[in-house]
Every structure is written in structure tokens, then in C-alpha cells.
């Protein structure tokens, strides 16, 4: 049973048109909900730790929000150098510090 | 120069051989994780080590070991490779936060 599921899978926007990421989880007792961008034949490169309901956090023009069920990743104006693949990942229970991964939103960005 | 690495960055081999894949980090943490990243199944832990006496088994270790030779160095080893073992493979770290920091990669074929 998926923990993590990310939507959508694939989502291309103009450059400068704002949307949103979703992320639901089914954890019981979150431990922390993770934010990362992945490039293409790179290493996810992190972007935000949530930990609890009603907290956001926010770089350049990506802000992060959490709620009981689930995370939302807002891209106001973007890029074609926000162009990335975005995972979500939320600590694991029984597995000490590992994360358990969505499988991410490829997003693509054109001018 | 990078704080997570990783040896071999790419490598073919053939069905049957054994190969080591090599992690080393400076970021001095004590946590250290391996995964595993396939087109649309995501990033899947394989082992993880908290400390250079303590190794865990991840969601998929069948037909994988691991070494934790020092605090900085954790190698992931497969026996006796074969075609389903094609993957990425990533790297991770951890210190007293519960952010992971991700190598780069290496791309392994097993012909």
C-alpha cells in the first residue's frame, strides 16, 4: 500500500503560469514530510522539511504547505529553469531515518 | 568538491558478476543510506546504516549486501548481478537533522 502519492505525474506550464503539486500521504504520526527537485540523471537535491499541520516554507518561487493528509509544492511565475522532477518523501515508521518516496511530478516548464 | 560521491558513476556488466558500488561522504554525518531509482517505481531503500556497527535491511535487499567500512564509506555490493538489477543507484547521508543529502549516482547496467 502506496504511502506517498504524488499528482500529477507529468505537468507542463507556460513560463510565469502558477500552479500547484500535490502530495497525500497515509502515514499515522508524521515525522517529517520532504520536499525534493531531481534533474535529470542527478541526485535529488533537497529543498524543504514540514513537520507539522499549517506550517509553509518558502524559496524563491517555490512555497511548501502541509496539511493532516497531505503537502502541496506552489510554483508562483515559473521558470524553464524550475523544468525538474519534484519528489516527495515522508519518514518511514519502523525504519529509523529512511525516507519512504513518492514516485514525483516531472515538471516542465516552456518559455 | 561534492560532499556525497559515488564510484563507479556509470558501469555495464554482465549477468552473474559480482560489483561494488562505492558511497563516501565529508559531510561527517553518522547516517547513510542506499536506493534504488526505477522509470515509474521511484526512489526504493535498500540498506541503511546509522552507525559504522549498525546495518539495516531496507524495502528491497534481496540480492544485495552492504559494508560500512568507516563513518565516511558504505558500499553496496551485488553478488551475483542480473538484468533486473538495472537501476540507478543513489547514495544518501544524514546527520542530526533528518535531511538526507544525495550523491550523484551511478547508472548500472547488467547486461
Known amino acids: 500500500e502506496d504511502q506517498v502519492t504524488q499528482s500529477p505525474e507529468a505537468l507542463r506550464l507556460q513560463e510565469g503560469e502558477s500552479s500547484s503539486l500535490n502530495c497525500s500521504y497515509t502515514?499515522?504520526?508524521?515525522?517529517?514530510l520532504f520536499w525534493y527537485r531531481q534533474d535529470p540523471g542527478k541526485g535529488p537535491e533537497f529543498l524543504f522539511t514540514?513537520?507539522?499541520a499549517g506550517e509553509e516554507k518558502e524559496k524563491e518561487r517555490l512555497k511548501a504547505t502541509l496539511t493532516k493528509k497531505e503537502s502541496f509544492l506552489h510554483i508562483t511565475a515559473p521558470k524553464p529553469e524550475d523544468s525538474a522532477t519534484y519528489l516527495c518523501?515522508?519518514?518511514?515508521?519502523?525504519?529509523?531515518?529512511?525516507?519512504?518516496f513518492g514516485k514525483g511530478t516531472s515538471l516542465l516548464v516552456t518559455p | 568538491d561534492a560532499d556525497v560521491t559515488q564510484t563507479p558513476r556509470n558501469r555495464i556488466t554482465k549477468t552473474g558478476k559480482r560489483i561494488m558500488l562505492e558511497c563516501s561522504q565529508t559531510?561527517?554525518?553518522?547516517?547513510m543510506y542506499w536506493y534504488r531509482q526505477d522509470p515509474g517505481l521511484g526512489l526504493r531503500l535498500i540498506y541503511y546504516?546509522?552507525?559504522?556497527?549498525?546495518?539495516n535491511k531496507g524495502e528491497i535487499s534481496d540480492g544485495y549486501s552492504v559494508s560500512r567500512q568507516a563513518q565516511a564509506k558504505f558500499s553496496l555490493s551485488l553478488e551475483s548481478a542480473i538484468p533486473n538489477q538495472t537501476a540507478l543507484y543513489f547514495c544518501?547521508?544524514?546527520?542530526?537533522?533528518?535531511?538526507?543529502?544525495f550523491g550523484p549516482g551511478t547508472r548500472l547496467t547488467v547486461l
Open positions: 544518501a547521508t544524514s546527520g542530526d537533522t533528518d535531511t538526507q543529502y
Open positions: 502515514v499515522s504520526g508524521l515525522r517529517g
Open positions: 514540514l513537520y507539522s
Open positions: 518523501a515522508v519518514r518511514a515508521p519502523n525504519s529509523g531515518y529512511a525516507l519512504n
Open positions: 559531510k561527517g554525518h553518522d547516517r
Open positions: 546504516s546509522f552507525d559504522v556497527k549498525d546495518i
